[in-house]
Each structure stands twice: as C-alpha cells, then as structure tokens.
C-alpha cells in the first residue's frame, strides 16, 4: 500500500513560518511521479491546491500563497516540502500532501496519492 507522510504542521502565530515535510512510503519512488503538490482544506471551505511542482522542477502557486509559500524537493531524501512564511489566520487548515504518476496529466487532474493531512493553525 502507497502512502505519503506529512510532518511538521502545528501552531504558529500569524507572521510566522512553518515547514511542512511529504516523505513517502511503500513504493513510490521519485522517478514514478509526474508531479508532487500541497492541498489544503479549511472548516467550512473547499479544498484547494496551494502550490504544485514538476518533476522538471515547475513551480505553480495559488495567488493567496504567491511570495510567502515554497514548494521544493530533495530527491536524494525522496522527500518534498511547503516552506509557510508571514503566515495569516486565514492559512489555518488541515494540508494535505499528494502526487501524480507519470500517467496522470497533473494539470487536468486530480492526485493519484494522497497524505493522510497535517494541522495547521495561525493564531496568536
């Protein structure tokens, strides 16, 4: 069974920063995957695709999060990451790693893997 592990949410106070980890286990390997991305949910909202990135390294953010959020991998960790700056209030949700194969079209689609989610709650 393929899963995808998040890490590193928890509380901050809005201005401040977070790092979330997606490491994933089973057999995903970074050369099946198309596209890793970040997906977020808040109570009451739809779920929402924060930031994507190829595998050739293209980077998309959705514009609430353009120029305070990150999205990067480590290939020799197998491991991809959402690096949170001057964070809001209004970032409060559960974020949910995931990824697409090599089969999916990741721009039309929706994630063949996803994380189980990790908290994330400004406030001060």
Request: aromatic residues 12%; proline residues 4%; charged residues 20%.
């Amino acid at each position: 069974q393929v899963q995808l592990v998040e890490s590193g949410g928890g509380l901050v106070q809005p201005g401040g920063s977070l790092t979330l980890a997606c490491a994933p286990s089973g057999s995903i390997f970074d050369q099946d995957i198309h596209a890793w991305g970040w997906y977020r949910q808040a109570p009451g909202k739809w779920r929402e695709l924060v930031a994507k990135i190829t595998k050739g390294n293209k980077t998309t953010y959705v514009d609430s999060v353009k120029g305070r959020f990150t999205i990067s991998r480590d290939n020799t960790k197998n491991t991809f990451y959402l690096q949170m700056n001057s964070l809001k209030p209004e970032d409060t949700a559960v974020y949910h790693c995931t990824a697409w194969d090599l089969s999916s079209d990741y721009e039309n689609e929706g994630p063949d893997y996803w994380g189980q989610g990790t908290q994330v709650t400004v406030s001060s």
